[in-house]
């Protein structure tokens, strides 16, 4: 069980943002003390754009004098490809799972971070159904199924949590290593809630007000959502002992990987 805060790895996953992407890295190292990070790894795939990764390689020239930037190309398919890959690589105590297109406001880092310092072995996750929070720009059919998958969920696990769905939390480094992820598209986010709860790992919510993306497009379609409903009975109904990684995975080191990539990346 993690005991301390001791900085925390920004994992931003990444397929045709630009200014928001640059956006997101400039509120996060404003808001937040240096100490408080450990990293900044930007994960993009074949699919992202060349603009997408002119803005990566902005953000490293203008950081990685002050804080380890890593541009990593990944080689698992879709969202959640990315981000367990982000995951492998951390150095921080602790990880934020969170997107690139701002519609995860990145003035909220600050106040994981806060709250995670005294709860460090806990989940914070930011919450758009509770007093404070709220959705702007939301499609409203897809604000009712969302208001209804949340009770199925939270009924299922018998949680008080209101936002599961949602993919803005800060974890553990070292509990998001020792879970054996399976999804790898969007139900990913919904698996990282389901498996720590099935493990007993505690949340706590805040409010945050989601507001949609001002650039590019969502990569999960509407009757995407309802890929979500196996994922839960799958995680619900599991045993515990598959949760966990039989062994610890081998950590892909950032150094390298940064290596590993920029060679990679050369020519793009
Ligand atoms: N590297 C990488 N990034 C991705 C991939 N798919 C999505 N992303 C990024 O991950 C973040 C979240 O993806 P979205 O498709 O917006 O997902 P979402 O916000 O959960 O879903 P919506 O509520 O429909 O917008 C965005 O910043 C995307 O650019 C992928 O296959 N690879
Ligand atoms: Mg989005």
Redesign the pocket.
């Known amino acids: 069980m993690q005991k301390n805060f001791y900085n925390l790895s920004i994992i931003l996953?990444?397929?045709?943002?630009t200014y928001s992407l640059v956006q997101t890295a400039d509120i996060i190292m404003e808001t937040c003390r240096r100490e408080d990070l450990a990293e900044i790894i930007i994960?993009?795939?074949d699919?992202?754009t060349k603009d997408c990764i002119a803005a990566a390689k902005q953000i490293e020239d203008k950081y990685s004098d002050i804080i380890p930037v890593t541009i990593h190309k990944?080689q698992k398919?879709?969202?959640g490809?990315?981000v367990q890959e982000g995951i492998a690589m951390a150095q921080g105590s602790h990880v934020v799972l969170m997107?690139?297109?701002l519609?995860t406001d990145p003035h909220l880092i600050q106040e994981f971070i806060r709250i995670e310092k005294k709860n460090p072995e806990k989940i914070v996750t930011a919450t758009r159904w509770k007093k404070g929070g709220g959705f702007q720009g939301y499609n409203k059919v897809k604000l009712v199924a969302n208001c209804i998958f949340q009770r199925i969920i939270a009924c299922l696990f018998w949680v008080n949590l209101s936002d599961i769905t949602y993919?803005y939390r800060i974890f553990p480094k070292e509990l998001m290593q020792s879970i054996r992820w399976e999804e790898l598209k969007?139900p990913f986010?919904l698996e990282t809630a389901l498996k720590p709860l099935r493990l007993g790992v505690k949340f706590i919510e805040i409010p945050v007000k989601w507001q949609a993306?001002t650039e590019?497009v969502?990569?999960?379609s509407f009757w995407a959502n309802f890929k979500y409903f196996p994922t839960a009975w799958h995680v619900r109904f599991m045993k515990k002992s598959d949760i966990l990684v039989s062994e610890p995975q081998p950590q892909l080191h950032a150094e390298n990987a940064a290596g590993l990539q920029r060679s990679k990346l050369t020519g793009v």
């Open positions: 996953p990444a397929m045709d943002e994960v993009i795939c699919r992202s990944q398919p879709f969202v490809g990315a997107s690139s297109d519609e993919a969007h986010f993306r590019g969502s990569q999960n």
